[in-house]
């Protein structure tokens, strides 16, 4: 079955570190670039980062740069996002999603992430 | 950063009516390639997004027909010719034509 898990998600301090984990299966993970996506909530969806096939090119949302680090390891067929000096304005539902044809054609199916004292 | 802007926020529609989602971009979203890159997404409450469209007419694989897309330049449609019961959740628009990636604010269908 082609799909996507999420997992690594929790209750984190302001200022704590947290890593994301994106599994993927049933599909050639190492041809697709990747995505996460975020949601707070009650609220939209919002773009976090994107990652190319072999990992050499990565982008931000301005509200994550320097604070959040995607990654990728095609051997184990996982997408990562580190997440340092995490705010309360990063608790969401983090989701991973894959760029096929055309952006975001699969999606996991979440792992929350909450930042509170 | 490109802005989308969809409206209305808010959408009750009676069932088996039409209904229709307006999406405007700050920017046009026609990229240099020729390819205008717009998608819509509907979220179903509780569930992950789905895609709908992308390069706004390009129906995805189990999107029903009475769902469609269409527009050009900075200005989207995302039209349903008769709601279902199914059809309740938010819908979203999304460009990838200009990095970062944006999306509208969501459009929420609900059965009037």
């Known amino acids: 079955e082609v799909q996507l898990v999420e997992s690594g998600g929790g209750l984190v301090q302001p200022g704590g570190s947290l890593r994301l984990s994106c599994a993927a299966s049933?599909?050639?993970?190492?041809?697709?670039?990747m995505n996460w996506v975020r949601q707070a909530p009650g609220k939209g969806l919002v773009w976090v980062s994107h990652?190319?096939?072999?990992?050499?090119?990565?982008n931000y949302a301005d509200s994550v740069k320097g604070r959040f680090t995607i990654s990728r390891d095609n051997a184990k067929n996982t997408l990562y996002l580190q997440m340092n000096s995490l705010r309360v304005e990063d608790t969401a539902v983090y989701y991973c999603?894959?760029?096929?044809?055309?952006?975001?054609?699969?999606w996991g199916q979440g792992t929350l992430v909450t930042v509170s004292s | 950063d490109v802005v989308m802007t969809q409206s209305p926020l808010s959408l009750p529609v009676a069932l088996g009516q039409p209904a229709s989602i307006s999406c405007r971009s700050s920017?046009?979203?026609?990229?240099?390639?020729?390819?205008?890159?717009l998608s819509w997404f509907q979220q179903r409450p509780g569930q992950s997004p789905r895609r709908l469209f992308y390069?706004?007419?390009k129906r995805d694989s189990g999107v029903p027909d009475r769902f469609s897309g269409s527009g050009s330049g900075t200005d989207f449609t995302l039209k349903i010719s008769r709601v279902e019961a199914e059809d309740v959740g938010v819908y979203y628009c999304?460009?990838?034509?200009?990095?970062?990636?944006?999306f509208g604010q969501g459009t929420k269908v609900e059965i009037k």
């Open positions: 999603a894959r760029d096929g044809s055309g952006p975001f054609d699969l």
């Open positions: 049933g599909f050639s993970f190492s041809n697709y670039w």
């Open positions: 990652i190319d096939s072999d990992g050499t090119n990565t």
């Open positions: 920017q046009s979203l026609l990229h240099s390639d020729g390819t205008t890159y």
């Open positions: 390069n706004v007419s």
């Open positions: 999304f460009q990838i034509t200009h990095w970062p990636r944006t």
